[in-house]
């Protein structure tokens, strides 16, 4: 895990990464800029439990190109969830928050992940131990109010504009943040690899 101290807020932000583009660089970017983070986790996960990961590249691979597309010192590639052999992520949440006592993290997820947020392995204990910033990806803006995650934790939704008090706020607590968005997505650039 990076090197962190008290007090400090940190964004979370995992995924497959399968591969790292620029869109997931704008989500890093808005969290950084809108949440006041010290620092951004880019979290390479060894798979999705969810995803087939037959294809799937290397972890060491997919930590080379997420470094490669990353210039701001606050972000650290980090690949620490194979070490600890976790399968899901509220794993890995527990653990990180067992660690890192007095740290103010952060979850980070674009809006396309919303959706599906509810079939995530204990998705309502991440969302009871973490304050979760989603982050407007195209095609999400209006969906995501329609999401079952949305709709169960409807009350402890907070206001963009306290954004940078999200980390702070004893959780549940979210927010949803409007900002620029890519037309990038992994699937479709590895579609596009697949048929040239």
């Known amino acids: 895990m990076p090197y962190v101290e008290k007090g400090m807020t940190v964004g979370l932000f995992g995924g497959s990464f399968n591969p790292p583009h620029d ?39 997919r930590i080379q190109l997420s470094e490669e597309i990353n210039d701001d010192p606050r972000i650290k590639v980090t690949g620490f969830e194979a070490s600890f ?41 991440i969302a009871k131990t973490f304050p979760i910033a989603v982050i407007d990806r195209p095609g999400s803006t209006l969906s995501y109010l329609s999401s079952i995650m949305a709709k169960t934790f409807d009350y402890a939704r907070v206001d963009e504009n306290d954004a940078p008090a999200l980390a702070r706020l004893k959780a549940p607590a979210w927010t949803f943040i409007h900002g620029p968005r890519s037309p990038l997505s992994s699937t479709a650039i590895r579609n596009k690899t697949k048929n040239l």
Request: glycine letters at 6%.
């Open 23 to 61: 869109g997931h660089n704008l989500v890093a970017e808005i969290a950084l800029r809108r949440l006041g983070l010290n620092q951004l986790w880019w979290m390479v996960t060894p798979g999705n439990p969810l995803k087939d990961t037959s294809q799937l590249p290397s972890l060491a691979e």
């Open 85 to 125: 052999d976790t399968a899901y992520t509220a794993q890995t949440l527990a653990m990180i928050h067992q660690r890192n006592i007095g740290v103010n993290f952060v979850w980070i997820m674009g809006a396309d992940n919303l959706a599906s947020f509810h079939k995530w392995q204990d998705w309502q204990i």
